[in-house]
Structure formats: structure tokens, C-alpha cells
């Protein structure tokens, strides 16, 4: 499949028919080479048995007629009035009252959302894709069905039906055989399975910890089902699907899902952008923006390079599903040409093999009124729009590379851990916070922050699934940000990665619960205390700031947040609290190192200082060396047909002149041709016009 550079178009009612033929002509002008189209199962069965297909019909015919190529995205969540009326399909939440369907911004013509764990809606959507996968799995321009919009189970209260119940419930049997066997795990009392339910509070951890990796399960049992259904009647096509808030970035609790698990039942995955680091309040009120517009977007810039780095780790071969055109909506600024210009080559030096933009034209009704349109409504074009269009000419004549383009392995990897997530946002959980989608937990502070310091650090980084902990045995070094909970098997693994000579960094909290979420009697827990050479004490809440230094070159660094002491038991103290406890130890064990950190980095990581510590402890080279430039230029590297391929981020708004150390033995090619390149005496000099981003490839 060549790469693939496209757009979202059609979400009924918009755009309008009259549009179509002169949209689609300008969209393969402007160098897209695919469309999307978003059927909702309530526009084309308003009557049972009735389908209207017209519309999507001349969509792929003018598709056809412009070489456009289509994605097919099921909407299912958009069910139609007569399902609820004959089947009482509603969703129920958690005090047991009923949840009305109706329209929100992404299903503006209503029906959302049934609940998909009755099985006659799962039969009357089955009648629907059969329609929809006979009547288009022939078209030429069809090159994907996408089975599920951004899979989620949200809110929290998603679903607490009798049939939900009911599929709580087996999945607990399937877990546990014996309700005597669940009662031990987590401590329980149940007589009978049909005693349980899901929690009404969130004050019971341990009950609301494994309700909500059933939600996980529940999530990946949707996709599989849709998947299976269209494998039997096209088994040509791919079938994928995206996740809007990918695993280290969403909110485990209110927005749950699994990618790991998800990526498992699909051919292959993909994740929206969203550009934001911080709180998502409102449309018009977000905090921390991935944009240049935004005073502070050097804090927020990492996250486009965290979610490919993320995908990739579960999903070779990936696509970036939803990189928004414009933001959310009319009342603030406009995205910038650059943002779009850093975003999607950051994309492609991830490893993205496909780029789908939210979207061509901005909406024009319901909550998301002149949201995210790349042209304006009339069609005409803006400087965004002429900014993707140079980029779309670039990516087509160099398609080639970029399809074949891998990134370089890392020597550093972090591992995510979905149940210490889960367990961090119950901890955390308040009465203000317990049914909004929040970003700022200790655990999504930590992990989003320890990337950021290594992506400011121009350190590659690759990420490592818990389910795949073994894969750790392939780096140097692997890091585990607020690793709360912590199995036998797991530290096993680690184990012996340390054994066997790895270095391996931990945040404080190391195993501080158990895999049933009970907190554990000795901390680090399952005989990681040996390998560290320390037990932790109870960590504490700081009113203030803590001083931490390093005992060896005397950096020292403010902290905040939560902090931990240790008691030594072998390891040494690398690093001390003002009052002379460890604050971070290290210790040697068999051909390896474990160091233990006593407060989380990445919560901290606004103090220079942070990263220096961080480069004591972790003393990694960038991939590319580069020199003689000021703030903040980036590099990665990667290689396409044996090559190197090295793109190098300028992301200062003036030229920089850099000095390239360690260039490849042959010659160099700026792909893009904005780059001056100057060779003396075997070295490459660079000069990059400000705000830029330069490909370099190797030539023969």
C-alpha cells in the first residue's frame, strides 16, 4: 500500500450535495491521494429494513472518477429511534437510571449510544454491515474499513444494564472459575455471582479496578465482533480502527481502553492527534497546546512525537487517523501553517505510514460549528490549507521512502503499565473529578513527563507494553514511571534483565500494590527489595518543596509532588533529601544496575535541573549529534531501503547553523531543498531557516 495522506469529507448532513463534485477535484489537487467517509447506521436505516445508500454511492463514484482512494468508517454508535423503540436497548448508569439517547457533536443526527452488550442490537447491526460490506467491498477506491470510531467505554457509568451485568459477570467466571476464587482475590464476600455489580462508588478500589478492566475487555469484544462480521464477507480488505486518546494519554477511568488489547482483534491500528497535554474543559478552553501560537508550546510539543512513538510500539505498520485542521472552535486562534508543518513530518519520522486530517471543511452545526476545517466553508483555500498542500506534494514524490521508512530502535524504552494507570486515577479520584475526563493524574503526569524531558533531551525513546515486558531485554535501558502495581511474574522479568546486565530506573512506588490492587506488606514488592538493595518507606504528599542533590556533583533540585525515602539494605545512595535521607539509590546486581527514584521526574520537570540529574542517572547520546545550534532543534533518525533518513526540527523562530557530527560515510540529500549544506574537511555544516524541518537522506 503506498502512503497514505487523506481527509475526513462526508459526516452526514455536511458537506451538502451540491459540493461534492468541486470538494473531491480540489482535494486531489491539493495532493490527497484518500478520503474518508463516516456512515452513521441512523442515516441509513431510518426505517427497519430500509436502507438509503444513495449519497455514499456518488461519493464513491466521485471518488472513482478523481483517483481517490476511500476509507469506509462505520458508525454504529448512531443508532436509529426504531432500535431503542423495539429492543430497550438504553444504556443504564450506575444509580440505575436510564440514559437517554440523543445528538452530541460527533453524532449531530442522533441515537447515541445503545448498548452493545444486548445480542439482538448486535444482530440488527449485523443486518446493516452485511448492506453495507456486499454493496461496497467491490468498489476499486475502497481500500480500508475502519470498524469503530475511537473505541472507549465512556462515561464511567457506561453501561450497568442487566445485559452488561450479565457480561461483567461471565467475564469474572472466565477470570476467576469460582466465586470463591474472585472473593480471595480481591477480599470479598459475594455468596453468589449474581450478587455482583458494578460499583456505585469509586471509594472501593479493589471493585472499581476490576470493573473497569472488564470495560477493557468489553471495548476489545466490540471491535472483534465487527471485525469478524466483515472478515466473513470481505476477506480482501483491511480492517482497522483508531483510538481517540491513546493509552498513556487518555483518562483510564472515564475514557477506558486498551490498546494493546485492541490493536490484538484489528489489522492494524491507528490513534487520533489530539494536541493538548493539559485539562480538556471545553472546546475553547484547553490547556497546554502542541501549538506555536501558544506561548507555552515548547512544554507541550512532545505529545506529537509521544502518540506515534506509542502506536508503534503495538502496531508495526499504523496510520495517524484525526490530525485536526484547525482547533476546536471559532472563539480561539486559528493553528498555525507551522504547526501543521511540524506535526506531520514529527508523523512521519515516528514511523506513520498514513495521515487522515480532521477534517476538509469545518462543521456548520451542533457543538462543533466551524471546528477543524482545513479550507474554509465556501471552499476556499487558507494558509493552512497551502501549507498541506506542500507538504501532500512532498510526501507524494517521495512516497517511496517514507512508505518504506523505519525508525531507529531506541537504547532507552519506558514501559506503560495499563492497571498501574488505572489504579493511579482511582487513587486519585475525587467528587469534583470522578465523572469528568481529566489528563492530570500522577500517573499520566509521570509518564507524559519523563518523554517530555528525554524529547527535550533529543533522546529516542521506544515504549514497551507491560502485557510485553519481556521485550525490555532488547534495550540498555528501561525506565518505569509510577509503576504502583507490580506482579510476580512481571518482577521475575525484571529480574532478570538486571541480572543479565540491563540498567534499570524506577520511579518511587516501585510494586507498592499488589496485582489484586492490595497495597503490599514489603515495598519494592516480590523480591524487587533485593534487586534494588532498599525498601521504600510510605511516600508523603508535599505541602511545598523538598531540595533533593546528587552526592556527586551536587546538583540540586526542587521537588514537588509526592516524595520517598529508603532504607538501604546493599544499594547506595546517589542522590539525598535535604535532611540526608536517600532520595535516589542505586545498586549493583549480578551483571546489571537498579536505581530507585524517589519522586516522580516528569512531574518535576519544568527545573532545568530535572534534566541534568536525569542525564547523571541516564548517560544517553542523542542518535544524531548535532552542535553550535541555540534552543530547541531536534533530530530523528531512521532508515528507508537501507539508507539513513535523518529529519532534523528547527523549532526556533530564527536560522540556526548547525554542525552535523557523525553524517553518514556517503553524500547527503536535502529531500526538501531548504536547507543550506556545506562539507569541509569531512564535516557537514547546515543552515536551517527558522521554524523548519529538514529530510536528509543518504545517497549512494
Known sequence: MDYIFGIQYYRAPTPLPEEWEVDLENIKKMGFNTIQLRPQWRWHERLHGQFYWDDLDRLFDLSEKNGLNVVFKFFLESAPAWLYREHNCERIDLNGNKILPGAIGAMYVGGWLPCFDHAMVRREAN???NEAVNRYKEK???IAWNVWNEPRSRPGGECCCEESKKSYRTWLKGKFLTIQALNNYLGKAWGEWEDIVPPPKFEDFSETYIWRQWAMWSVQDRLKWVYDHIKEIDKIHPVITHVGMCSPYQDILNDTSNDWMNAKVVDFYGSSLPYWTGEFHTMWDIEGKASFKEKDWQENFYIVSLIPDWIRSISNYFWINEVYSNNWYYFVKDLSPSDHNFWIWNLIACGAKGILFWQYKPERLGDESLCSGLVNLDGSETERSKEVEKIANLVNKYKGIFTEYTPDKADIAIVYDCKSDLISRIEDTTSDNRDRIIAGYRYKDAIKGIYAILWEMDTPVDFIPMEELEKIRAYPYVYLPCPIIMSQEKAEVLREYVKEGGTLISEMQLGFRDENSWVSKVRPNCGLDMIFGCRENIPKKLEGFKECRLV????????????SSFQLRGAEAIGVWDDGSPAITCNNFGKGKAI???FHPGINRKDKNCREILKEIIPLKPKVEISD??????TKKGKANGKDVIFIFNYEEKVQNILLKNPSQNSIKD???K???????EKVYLTIPSREVVCLKEEN
Open 127 to 129: 443486518r446493516f454491515i
Open 596 to 598: 530507585l527514584i524517589g
Open 675 to 681: 536547507a543550506k549544506i556545506r562539507v569541509e574537511n
Open 552 to 563: 556527586k556533583s551536587e546538583l540540586k533540585l526542587k521537588v514537588t509532588g509526592i516524595d
Open 629 to 634: 545550534h541555540s534552543g530547541l532543534v531536534l
Open 140 to 142: 476499486k477506491s475502497l
Open 671 to 673: 529531500l526538501f531543498n
